[in-house]
């Protein structure tokens, strides 16, 4: 419900861009989420750019009187409180109200801008940025992947890691388009249809996108773009508004589960129908285990098909991992609390004496159920024929490969024959982890410099670096780029980072060296001058890694800009230097 006001908040903040300062206060539900790391790591995955103050022991609550999540308190310039609002539907509430404000105090208003640091700038560029979903088709050397805050899927060969092609430009929309060309806002849940095309559930588009693999085609086959009201009723997919859909699952039919999170149901979509409509629960958040149109859910946000045609799904906020069968039609706790929302913890045992923490992904392999226990940074083992819940790899947030893993928050988790694939969304990576030795390895992507955004794309986000003026002889010149890496770190061997670089002026050429497999520095570019040439630009992308664990991969992309004059008395050798600084990771 806390994310759904994200969109009508940042409306707001661009609307009344000079008078309003939004304030965050987060009164954590969750024990991981009182954590002032925890909470910075939810800021920069939900671009929030707004101060958010940490309230772990719920004193601004008391002392303001909230009583729900979420709140929203309106407060004068002269700091009385004029009105409150609690749950979703905020911006239709408070806009009239602060429009009315400003109006009133229009000569009292401070409208100089405050001095905020972003908790997103100075961060280095990651190949992911919080994946959240991720579905392995080994039988066809394929990895899809929710590179869900770079807005995009990646297709990846798991036979190397090469990834092969990328749905979405990187920017938040809602369009339909071919590969690049389209637009998705958070992705997450992925499924291969019968017709072979992926779906992907989008989930602050409140949509379902189909990709067609083998033209690159993205294309909108349910909802709307706007967020379903309450009571959620089903219909025509194209014209059906959905809530968050988080996850898919096939049916075995042709048919899809949908997570649909925001309305705490499962739906079912039939693509050869058109058609799309609750499958179980009431849209009442709770913990009520019934009849598939009388249970209360609370949140799923996994799904995953096991024997019999058994639905199950990680439900998030109730902090447990229940299964709806389809043959009986109705919804049983497999794991985890079923007394309130609030039986969560970190516990191995049998059925509703296991505890959970906020789990967002579940898979089948074998004959057990595979959970992603996000917020306690574990991977967990059910045996569903007993409920026994066993801790399999993880021992605390972090990063940490080998025999004694360590993830950060992972959020989707796929089955393969041999391994577990798990999107481990916090540390911007994709680990495998071994069935037999539960020992993990972070799987290493290459060829991101290849959907970069184009250097002449205003949606560049790199570092631009802008030279002096630099005077050169017309004529052969060389330019000679020197990278300095930071301490402990060192270009990466694998991966092939991009040097392209351009010249103005007629009678200007340069030879750009495009993609190098692991560039060495100085780098020396030749180039013709002219009396006409006016400048030059090189879009430089270095792939690099910690030299001890090296498969944490970062990308620093450098925009570097050098106006020229040509004149006899110029220089034949420009010298382009410059430093990454280290990255706060």
């Given at each position: 419900n806390c994310i759904h006001i994200i969109p009508d908040l940042e409306r707001l903040e661009e609307e009344f861009a000079d008078e309003l300062v939004v304030i965050g206060v987060h009164s954590a539900k969750f024990n991981t989420e009182s954590n002032t790391e925890n909470i910075r790591q939810i800021v920069l995955r939900y671009e929030i750019e707004h101060p958010v103050v940490n309230d772990p022991d719920f004193e601004v609550w008391s002392d303001w009187g909230a009583r729900a999540w979420p709140t929203v308190f309106v407060v004068?310039?002269?700091?009385?409180?004029?009105?409150?609002?609690?749950g979703e539907g905020v911006y239709e509430v408070v806009q009239p109200v602060i429009a009315g404000l400003i109006d009133e105090y229009a000569s009292e208003i401070n409208r100089d801008p405050l001095d905020l640091t972003l908790e997103s700038e100075g961060l280095p560029a990651t190949v992911l940025s919080f994946p959240g979903k991720v579905l392995a088709d080994e039988g066809s050397d394929r990895l899809f992947i929710s590179d869900t805050n770079h807005h995009r899927v990646l297709q990846v060969r798991l036979s190397d890691g090469q990834i092969t092609a990328a749905f979405g430009s990187g920017l938040a929309g809602l369009a339909d388009g071919t590969g690049v060309e389209a637009q998705f806002d958070s992705p997450q849940g992925l499924a291969l249809a019968d017709s072979g095309s992926l779906l992907v559930a989008d989930t602050d588009n409140h949509a379902l996108r189909s990709i067609d693999l083998s033209t690159g085609r993205v294309t909108t086959v349910a909802g709307t773009g706007l967020q379903a009201g309450y009571p959620p009723s089903g219909g025509p997919a194209e014209s059906t508004p959905l809530s968050?859909?988080?996850?898919?699952?096939?049916?075995?039919?042709?048919?899809?589960?949908?997570?649909?999170?925001?309305?705490?149901?499962?739906?079912?979509?039939?693509?050869?129908?058109?058609?799309?409509?609750?499958?179980?629960?009431?849209?009442?958040?709770?913990?009520?285990?019934a009849a598939l149109g009388d249970s209360e859910l609370a949140q799923p946000s996994g799904l995953a098909v096991g024997a019999r045609g058994?639905?199950?799904?990680?439900?998030?906020?109730?902090?447990?991992?229940?299964?709806?069968?389809?043959?009986?039609?109705?919804?049983?706790?497999?794991?985890?609390?079923?007394?309130?929302?609030?039986?969560?913890?970190?516990?191995?045992?049998?059925?509703?004496?296991?505890r959970f923490q906020h789990p967002l992904g579940v898979a089948v392999a074998g004959d057990y159920v595979w959970v992603a226990d996000t917020y306690n940074s574990k991977i967990k083992r059910i045996d569903p024929l007993t409920g026994e819940v066993v801790t399999v790899a993880g021992s605390g947030a972090g990063w940490a490969d080998g025999g004694d893993p360590r993830f950060y928050e992972p959020g989707g988790i796929a089955a393969g024959e041999d391994v577990l694939y798990v999107a481990d969304t916090n540390n911007h990576s994709i680990r495998l982890v071994d069935y037999s030795t539960a020992a993990a390895t972070t799987f290493l992507l290459k060829g991101a410099e290849e959907f970069l955004p184009a250097g002449d794309d205003s949606s560049y986000s790199g570092r631009r670096i802008q030279v002096d003026p630099v005077a050169v002889s017309p004529g052969d010149i060389e330019i000679l780029l020197n990278v300095t890496l930071p301490a402990g770190y060192k270009v990466n061997e694998d991966a092939p980072s991009r040097f392209e670089f351009t010249i103005t002026g007629a009678g200007s050429a340069i030879d750009s060296p495009g993609v190098i497999v692991n560039p060495v520095f100085p780098l020396s570019v030749a180039a013709t001058a002219a009396e006409a040439t006016t400048e030059m630009v090189g879009e430089i992308s270095v792939v690099y890694c910690e030299t001890v664990f090296e498969s944490i991969c970062l990308i620093d992309q450098v925009r570097v800009i050098v106006p020229i004059e040509a004149t006899s008395q110029g220089a034949q050798v420009i010298d382009l230097s410059y430093a990454i600084e280290a990255p706060d990771v």
């Open positions: 004068d310039p002269t700091g009385g409180v004029v009105g409150l609002h609690a968050s859909p988080w996850d898919l699952a096939p049916v075995g039919d042709g048919g899809i589960y949908v997570a649909m999170a925001g309305t705490h149901q499962i739906w079912l979509y039939r693509p050869a129908e058109g058609s799309i409509e609750p499958f179980a629960g009431s849209a009442r958040e709770g913990t009520l285990n058994h639905l199950y799904f990680a439900d998030s906020e109730s902090s447990a991992i229940r299964v709806v069968d389809p043959v009986v039609g109705e919804v049983r706790l497999v794991a985890g609390g079923q007394e309130s929302l609030f039986d969560f913890g970190d516990l191995d045992g049998r059925g509703d004496e296991a």
